[in-house]
């Protein structure tokens, strides 16, 4: 396996426009995670899903945030409209029954200017 | 190698107790992240440091840049303090430890 992809790697954009960020997540595992990170704020979960369903959002900060994920293959996170405080890197991660090792993927690093 | 080594893999202890888990790192970072996870499977950022000591509630962690190591306190311990704990570190990448299963005991 190639692990959990992310795409794109760096996304560059201008406020007000419409993001999403993709996630395949490793065959087999039942929960995905969206994680920001930021070095004011460290790491932050945003929202995680079991078996495609969402568990739990309490982390994403607003409307302006949404998250799918249509299957057990892929999930997005969507930011609309972004402004400059969205930027940070996101991460990815899925993980499966073990609960003992949490696979991140290689995150997208967004600049909202 | 890991890059990130946690101990001890499994832990159980009394309620009330004070609990330790270590980190020790052999990159260089950034940061360094304590997440605890609960069976659930969501995981909370529990503190990330560059030096120094935080402290939130019951919980305290240290790091030491020149040793490479870290510290995850828990005083007075709690069942509901039960979970994994994993420490992570932000250097080039993100690197892991596999966590620290922590049971604690009415």
């Known amino acids: 396996d190639a692990g959990v992809i992310q795409s794109p790697r760096h996304e560059v954009t201008e406020m007000g426009q419409e993001v999403t960020l993709r996630c395949k997540p490793i065959s087999g595992h039942d929960y995905l995670f969206w994680y920001r990170q930021t070095m004011m704020r460290g790491l932050e979960l945003l929202i995680y899903?079991?078996?495609?369903?969402?568990?739990?959002d309490s982390g994403m900060p607003e409307d302006r945030f949404s998250a799918k994920m249509p299957n057990a293959s892929f999930s997005t996170l969507k930011i609309q409209p972004s402004e400059p405080r969205d930027s940070a890197v996101y991460f990815c991660?899925?993980?499966?029954?073990?609960?003992?090792?949490?696979?991140f993927g290689p995150g997208t690093r967004l600049t909202v200017l | 190698k890991n890059e990130v080594e946690q101990s001890p893999q499994n832990l159980t202890a009394q309620e009330g107790e004070f609990i330790t888990i270590n980190c020790s790192y052999s990159v260089g970072i950034s940061a360094l992240h304590w997440l605890q996870q609960h069976p659930g499977g969501g995981i909370v950022s529990l503190f990330m440091l560059s030096s120094g000591k935080k402290k939130h509630g019951r919980l305290i962690a240290t790091i030491n840049i020149q040793e490479k190591h870290s510290s995850l306190h828990i005083t007075a311990s709690h069942p509901r303090d039960s979970a994994v704990y994993i420490c992570?570190?932000?250097?080039?990448?993100?690197?892991f430890g596999t966590g620290t299963s922590l049971t604690v005991i009415p």
């Open positions: 991660a899925s993980i499966g029954l073990s609960y003992n090792e949490q696979f």
């Open positions: 899903f079991n078996n495609n369903v969402p568990i739990d």
């Open positions: 992570a570190v932000t250097g080039n990448q993100f690197y």
